[in-house]
C-alpha cells in the first residue's frame, strides 16, 4: 500500500535536527515551540540496529489507535522548502509501522550505544530545546536503507496538484506524481545553492556527525597512510585547517581530505574552494592529491562532474564516500 507523508523542512539530509531556518511559523506547532521536529532523524544512515532496520519517527504514525503498528506501506515524503515549492524526498519501501514494546527496546539499545546522547547533543547544536526524548516519541517506523529511494542531490519539484493536503497526515497514493518542468521538458529540482548555512553571533560549532566520519576515517586510512593528522578544533594553526591530511606510504606525498556532511553534490559545492585554498593559499603546494569525504555515494552526475574537474582543469581530486553500515571508504570517483 503507497501511502504520502510530510515532513518539516531540513537542510540536513533528515539525518539530525538543522535548526529554525523553514520551519512552521505557527506559535501551537512543535518545531516552531522546540525548533526540531522528531522526524529529522528519519534517514540517520549512521543508526542502524542489529536486525538491520534503522529506526525512525513519523508524526503521521503517531496515533492512540495503534493502526499502523505491524503494517508494511511505502511511504512516499516530501516537504515545503522556504522558497514555497514542494519537494519530492524519496520513498521508504517496505516501512512497518513499530508497536511500542518494540520502540522501547530501540530506546534501550539507543541508549546502550549512546545515540540517545548524541541525538540530545543534536538538538543543541541546531539551538533546539531538548523535549520528549522518549521511546513513544522517537520510534514508530522502521524500514532498511536497501528498500529505500532517496533524492539527496537532486530533490525534484512537485507540481501543486500533485499534494492532496499540506497537512502532516497520512494520505493514501491515488495517482502518479507530477514534476514542475523547465521550457527544455528536464524535471526542475531544488535549487539548494541558495539555502547557505547561517553561525549565529560569529559561534564556530562543531558538527557531531562530522567529528564522527572524521575519526572514522582517519582509522580507516592508517593502513595507506603515515603521519596522519586531525584538524581537532576550529582554531587550530592556520596549517591544519584540513581535516584530514596523510603522507601515503604508496606515493610517498601529502594527501588532504576534506569532510562534508550533506549530499555528494553539496559536499563537492561546499568543498572544493576550501580544499584548493588550504592546499595552495598563497602560493604554495602543500598537497599532492584532494578527496571530498561525504556520508552519501554519488549519482551520476556526481561522477561526470568530478570527471570533468580532472580532465578538462587537470585537477587531482576525487570525491569518496563513507559508509557507516559498512564501514567503509569507497574508492574515488
Known amino acids: ?16 535536527p538543522s535548526g529554525r531556518r523553514g520551519k512552521s511559523v505557527m506559535k501551537e ?34 496515533v492512540k489507535s495503534k493502526i499502523h503498528h505491524g503494517k508494511a506501506y ?7 522548502s522556504p522558497t514555497r ?17 518494540e520502540s522501547e527496546k530501540v530506546y534501550d539499545y539507543y541508549e546502550k550505544m549512546g545515540w540517545i546522547e548524541d541525538m540530545r547533543k543534536d538538538v543543541l547544536y541546531a539551538k533546539g530545546t531538548v523535549k520528549d526524548f522518549t521511546a513513544a516519541f522517537m520510534f514508530n517506523v522502521k524500514f532498511k536503507f536497501e528498500n529505500a529511494v532517496i533524492n539527496y542531490s537532486n530533490q525534484p519539484i512537485l507540481s501543486k496538484g500533485s499534494i492532496p493536503s499540506p ?17 527544455d521538458g528536464n524535471v526542475k529540482v531544488l535549487d539548494t545553492s541558495i539555502f547557505e548555512r547561517m553561525v549565529e553571533g560569529g559561534m564556530i560549532q562543531i558538527d557531531p556527525l562530522h567529528k564522527k566520519i572524521q575519526n572514522a576515517v582517519s582509522e580507516i586510512l592508517k593502513g595507506q597512510y603515515t603521519k596522519i593528522q586531525l584538524e581537532t578544533n576550529p582554531e587550530d594553526a592556520e596549517d591544519q585547517r584540513i581535516d584530514i591530511k596523510g603522507f601515503s606510504k604508496k606515493e ?3 594527501h588532504f581530505f576534506e569532510v562534508k556532511t550533506v549530499s555528494a553534490k553539496r559536499c563537492i559545492r561546499e568543498a572544493l574552494g576550501q580544499i584548493l585554498e588550504y592546499a595552495h593559499y598563497p602560493n604554495v603546494n602543500r598537497a599532492k592529491k584532494f578527496f ?14 568530478m570527471q570533468l574537474l580532472r580532465n578538462t582543469y587537470k585537477m587531482p581530486i576525487w570525491f ?8 567503509k571508504l569507497h574508492e574515488g570517483v
Open 1 to 16: 500500500m503507497e501511502k504520502i507523508a510530510r515532513l518539516c523542512w531540513n537542510t540536513k539530509e533528515w539525518r539530525r
Open 29 to 62: 506547532s512543535y518545531e516552531n515551540e522546540n525548533g526540531f521536529g522528531h522526524e529529522e532523524w528519519l534517514l540517520d544512515d549512521s543508526k542502524i540496529m542489529p536486525d538491520g532496520y534503522h529506526y525512525g519517527f513519523l508524526e503521521q504514525l503517531r
Open 74 to 80: 511505502d511511504i512516499h515524503l516530501y516537504t515545503f
Open 85 to 101: 515549492q514542494w519537494v519530492y524526498i524519496g520513498c521508504l519501501k517496505k516501512a512497518i509501522g513499530v508497536s511500542t514494546a
Open 167 to 183: 497537512r502532516y497526515n497520512l494520505m493514501d497514493k491515488k495517482r502518479s506524481f507530477e514534476f514542475e518542468k523547465d521550457e
Open 252 to 254: 610517498q606525498e601529502w
Open 292 to 305: 571530498i569525504i561525504g556520508p552519501e555515494p554519488p549519482d551520476e552526475n556526481d561522477k561526470a562532474y
Open 320 to 327: 569518496r564516500w563513507y559508509s557507516f553500515k559498512e564501514n
